[in-house]
């Protein structure tokens, strides 16, 4: 049963803000909400981890609302250098938790 | 500092053969992980070590897949009498202690079985 659920693919323009929306309807109390990004022929980097309201990092913004139930990834005045694949992940609590990977949302960024 | 290292980093083997696959994590890591990516798919867990103990090998598909972490640093994972549905890229990913989430991968072995 997958955890999570997002877009598989988005197209952005240079220069534009995106917001990529992950559901987690059954998020556990204790879960972390864990974003990672893949670039072709690389493995995925750990991008931002938030588990309520709204983290933000050199990278990213992580917008977490009270129930939990979504999250929303912003990249701000993204790059073609943005473009790659984008994992949302949930889990991570008090115990051990296998990871599970979904197939995340492909991000191209457009000239 | 050093990341995480995987070799070889491209690996080709006949259909039967066995292969071994080696892993580096980021010294003082005590958790790593393996995982096998096909092409346009997410990462899919095979195993978790925690120092040298292996605590999750449900993930692994076959009992032609094993994997070990002898002194709890290095890793290998040991394919044995591959098959043309093992090609895929398989990826190593260390972390600290309990934060299993926050992960550091290594640039994967591209197997290709022929």
Redesign the interface.
């Known amino acids: 049963l997958a955890k999570t659920t997002q877009p598989i693919s988005m197209d952005s323009y240079e220069g534009q803000e995106v917001n990529i929306t992950c559901s987690h309807n059954n998020i556990a109390t204790n879960d ?1 909400i ?1 974003w990672y990004q893949q670039f072709p ?6 991008i931002i ?1 938030g588990y309520k309201t709204k983290v933000t990092n050199e990278v990213a913004s992580l917008f977490i609302p009270a129930d939990r139930k979504s999250s929303t990834l912003s990249l701000p005045r993204v790059s073609l250098s943005d473009t790659a ?1 984008y ?1 949302c ?1 949930v ?2 609590g008090t115990s ?9 949302t492909s991000l191209s960024v457009i000239p | 500092g050093a990341g ?1 290292s995987q070799s070889p980093r491209y690996k080709v083997a006949k259909r039967g053969q066995d292969v071994a696959l080696r892993c580096d994590p980021i010294s003082g890591h005590v958790s790593l ?1 393996w ?1 096998q990516q096909a092409l ?6 095979l195993t ?1 070590f925690q120092n040298e103990a292996q ?2 090998k ?2 692994l598909p076959s009992d032609r897949f094993f994997a070990e972490r002898p002194e709890g640093s290095v890793s290998t994972l040991k394919i044995q009498r591959t098959q043309q549905e093992d090609s895929a890229v398989y ?1 190593c ?1 260390s972390s600290l202690d309990r ?10 072995t591209r197997l290709t079985v022929t």
């Open positions: 972390y864990t022929s690389q493995g995925p980097r750990f981890q694949v994992y992940l889990g991570g051990y938790d296998k990871v599970i990977f979904g197939p995340g | 995480v992980f995982y346009g798919q997410g990462p899919e867990f978790y605590l999750d449900s993930g990826l990913a934060v299993i989430y926050e992960q550091y991968f290594g640039p994967g």
